[in-house]
């Protein structure tokens, strides 16, 4: 028997987003909650006990924790997925593919990328701070591994083994369906709970640099982590990496998402970190090479902790964070494992395969500030 599901969502004045959410949780999981603002003065809590009985009101806080304290505590699943009433699941989100997920032994908690929809609602931002843009929304429903606190809008603390999906997204329409002054308003309220809160670049980008594409139209199809056809290598170091996805042009000096496929041809389990209490020393990198010669054209790499576990001859994908050079020109992205204080994989066994990808780097067109600006808590 599969595990089972608790979604929970809050809501203040959802009305007219409620049916749409509702809808998607009640074909998905085992148990829905809804917890409504107390200053509500619409129709949320009547529409959401014609999808749930399970609705409570609960007090707001300004930081929007206390609603994390109410829905761990009456939520009765095995697992949690937890989602704010101005988002949706994209059709990745099926019993199926999240029953594979939470049949996972090891793995506490997985972050969920979240793409920013921009008006009509069929378009996102796919470009840095936006995409990808990760948070903890389905976790084993264990009060002792999961906390709330901190700042403005934090996410929950969740201890244990973490991983990183790829192909299953929350889609967020705060952008898509308020407008410039509603935004801003929203700006100015955070700012005063917390001035140093980076809320302007995220919620007024018109005003920053960024990159719209649209939604894909197909519905894709779920890759799941399957034992890998490849013959086994004696090699604690050998690898196969293959770039899914990686966009062909990138405004200098801007963050990207590059989709990449690691096989773990090795005999050893490759084994990402696990919150509070097992650091791993893996990491996944990459590098900028001259297109012509290979040679890096910028000193260091970027590194990210391994986003989830692979067993011997098992593969994973990954959803990363890549930044462009900061001049224009014509270069290859290259990915590689690393094992710090040990070695680079590809270093260590010519086997361990790793495929580059060429992208031509442009230089990014004035935004309205500058982007450093964001990090000073000036308000847009």
Known sequence: MPPSLSAATA???GAARLPTLLSQLTALADEVL???DSRTSDDSIEIARSYTEKVIVFEHDPSFFNMYRVGMANMTGDWALHIADDETLSPEWTRSAVNELMSARDVSHYLTPIRWLVPPGDRYLCNGP???FFAPRLARNTGSIAYAGGRLHDNLHILGERCALANMYIYHWDLAIRTRAEREAKVQRYREVDDEYPCAEYYLYEDWYHEIEALPTDRPTVRRATPHTLMPSTS??????RVVEAPGRMAAGELYAA???VTNRSPRVLRASSVGAFESPLYIANHWLDAESGEPIELGSRQAPLPGTIPPLGTR????AVKAPSGAGRYALQFDLVEQNVAWFADRDGTGLRESVDVDAFAAPESGRPRAEVLTGETA
């Open 11 to 13: 809501t203040y004045n």
């Open 236 to 241: 604690p170091f050998c690898v196969d990496i």
């Open 130 to 132: 936006w995409h990808p």
């Open 317 to 320: 994908r990954f959803l990363l």
């Open 259 to 261: 989709t990449v496929e």
């Open 34 to 36: 809804v917890l409504v």
